[in-house]
């Protein structure tokens, strides 16, 4: 039996829609969600800036005494994973690789991906599907504003279908036999995008492949939770680094299961956890610093 949590994170509520397939895929597991919404959106920030972002992020979940984390950005998994994740004493898992592999298995010869300006620069969807198989076109499009439509709980708005119309309509003329939603934060707009194309079987979500990879590799780890002891399953914390009312209205849009959401500083956690590590060192344990 493992009942350490699971670490899953992302700039905002995208990853709720990761966390959502978890809960239902392994009931079993408990979970710690932070939402970096003092610094969304993560799609405009430079390498550096998302290296050390990603960097704290890790240390905190360290600190949480994770199992595993799932970088439930698809930002993050495409610019940072790949130099970050053996830097850990524990697995990081991110959203491209799985949903690669599904892609180049399958009987499909051109693809579409939209995601952030990030993402779609860094190239990950295409290099890793045609790591797989070459003869697969992949067309990527980069769609500033989406994220903090969704952010702004403006997905019910002219503002939006605009915006996803512009997007998709040119996948539609270049008669894509898939659309990857490279960004977590877009399941939430999925009814609109099946609205504008009259299909509900183009688009691909990440998530759900993902999260088959993650059970594969936590079973060969034996990292599971088999505990029969209702405290020690199934139990999920929420953080957020700024406004905890509006994560929750607008996370619950797509997963209701969401409750006492706290606000932190992962900055100031860690330095007082390093303070807390060097008096340790010289004089022995102090009490322990008291983080949510």
Not at 165 to 182: A, N, S, T
Not at 244 to 264: A, C, L, P, W
């Given at each position: 039996?493992?009942?350490?949590?699971?670490g899953?994170?992302?700039?905002?509520?995208?990853?709720?829609?990761?966390?959502?397939?978890?809960a239902?895929?392994?009931?079993?597991?408990?979970?710690?969600?932070?939402?970096?919404?003092?610094?969304?959106?993560?799609?405009?920030?430079t390498?550096?800036?998302?290296?050390?972002?990603?960097?704290?992020?890790?240390?905190?979940?360290?600190?949480?005494?994770?199992?595993?984390?799932?970088?439930?950005?698809?930002?993050?998994?495409?610019?940072?994973?790949?130099?970050i994740?053996?830097?850990?004493?524990f697995?990081?898992f991110?959203?491209?690789?799985?949903?690669?592999?599904?892609?180049?298995?399958?009987?499909?010869?051109?693809?579409?991906?939209?995601?952030?300006?990030?993402?779609?620069?860094?190239k990950a969807?295409s290099?890793?599907?045609?790591?797989?198989s070459?003869?697969?076109?992949?067309?990527e499009?980069?769609?500033?504003?989406?994220?903090?439509?969704?952010?702004?709980?403006?997905?019910?708005?002219?503002?939006a279908k605009?915006?996803?119309?512009?997007?998709?309509?040119?996948?539609?003329?270049e008669?894509?036999?898939k659309?990857?939603l490279?960004?977590?934060?877009?399941?939430?707009?999925?009814?609109?995008?099946?609205?504008?194309?009259?299909?509900?079987?183009?688009?691909?979500?990440p998530?759900?492949?993902?999260?088959?990879?993650?059970?594969?590799?936590?079973?060969?780890?034996?990292?599971?939770?088999?505990?029969?002891?209702p405290?020690?399953?199934g139990?999920?914390?929420?953080?957020v680094?700024?406004?905890?009312e509006m994560f929750?209205?607008?996370?619950?849009?797509?997963?209701?299961?969401i409750?006492?959401?706290?606000?932190?500083d992962?900055?100031?956690?860690?330095?007082?956890?390093?303070?807390?590590t060097?008096?340790?060192?010289?004089f022995?344990?102090p009490?322990?610093?008291?983080?949510?």
């Amino acid at each position: 039996m493992n009942d350490r949590p699971i670490g899953v994170f992302d700039s905002g509520v995208g990853g709720l829609t990761v966390l959502k397939r978890f809960a239902e895929e392994l009931p079993n597991e408990n979970y710690i969600y932070f939402g970096d919404t003092a610094r969304i959106p993560y799609g405009e920030k430079t390498r550096a800036q998302l290296f050390d972002i990603v960097v704290e992020i890790l240390d905190w979940f360290k600190y949480k005494n994770i199992k595993a984390v799932i970088m439930a950005c698809n930002t993050s998994s495409a610019v940072v994973l790949e130099e970050i994740k053996n830097n850990y004493d524990f697995p990081i898992f991110g959203l491209i690789q799985p949903t690669a592999e599904y892609i180049a298995y399958s009987d499909i010869k051109k693809v579409g991906v939209i995601a952030t300006t990030a993402t779609v620069n860094s190239k990950a969807y295409s290099k890793a599907i045609n790591k797989f198989s070459s003869d697969i076109e992949v067309i990527e499009t980069a769609c500033p504003g989406l994220v903090e439509i969704v952010e702004n709980n403006k997905i019910q708005t002219y503002e939006a279908k605009d915006l996803v119309i512009r997007y998709i309509m040119p996948f539609i003329e270049e008669k894509v036999e898939k659309i990857i939603l490279g960004c977590t934060h877009y399941p939430y707009l999925s009814e609109i995008i099946n609205s504008i194309t009259v299909r509900d079987d183009l688009l691909v979500d990440p998530g759900e492949h993902l999260t088959l990879k993650v059970a594969e590799d936590l079973i060969a780890l034996d990292l599971l939770n088999s505990s029969s002891i209702p405290l020690q399953k199934g139990k999920k914390e929420f953080f957020v680094s700024s406004s905890t009312e509006m994560f929750s209205k607008v996370g619950r849009n797509f997963y209701k299961d969401i409750e006492d959401v706290k606000q932190i500083d992962i900055k100031s956690e860690l330095s007082n956890l390093a303070c807390y590590t060097k008096m340790s060192l010289v004089f022995g344990k102090p009490a322990k610093p008291d983080f949510p």
